[in-house]
């Protein structure tokens, strides 16, 4: 748990937060029960804008967080344009690949590379038959998180 410099109990998971360099590094879905403080001004602010989105989704349309990881050209395109999609709102891998021309699969392993889930709403892409996968999961615990992120946000999907 030192590795995280703060840690936020949401209804799905705890979420352990990475802070390098006063910039948001990483979300991890944590097996944890004990809540740790924020331990600096950026801790605090991100705390603080996860906890609105879980408070009212709508209230935060787009995070204000500075966030400092390594990322490829186009992983930081894929990253950049699910940042646009509205809370409540879904698209298909295969749509976003359509707007960036590339394949459907290389959107959902960009997806599967983000280091800040809910930041990044990766769960806003979904699969043309349903809900799809999740972290590189596709049927356990982490698909449920998914699932309770789409639900909060009042998508329909199943």
Partial sequence: MEDYQASIRAPFAHLGIRIIDNKLAAIDFIDSETEIEPADDTAV?????IRRYLDDPGA???FDIKCAFS????QQKVWSELKKIPPGK???YGELAKKLGTSARAVGN??????VPVVIPCHRV??????GGYAGDTGG???????WLLQHEGSAIN
């Avoid at 602010?45 to 804008?49: G, P, R, T």
């Avoid at 960009?110 to 280091?115: G, H, K, T």
């Avoid at 615990?141 to 699932?147: E, Y």
């Fill in 141 to 147: 615990d982490l698909l449920k998180i998914k699932s």
């Fill in 126 to 131: 979904v699969s043309a038959s349903g809900i």
């Fill in 45 to 49: 602010n991100v705390c603080k804008q």
């Fill in 90 to 92: 879904v698209v298909t």
């Fill in 110 to 115: 960009a997806c599967r590379q983000n280091p």
């Fill in 60 to 62: 935060n349309q787009c």
């Fill in 71 to 74: 990322a490829t050209p186009f």
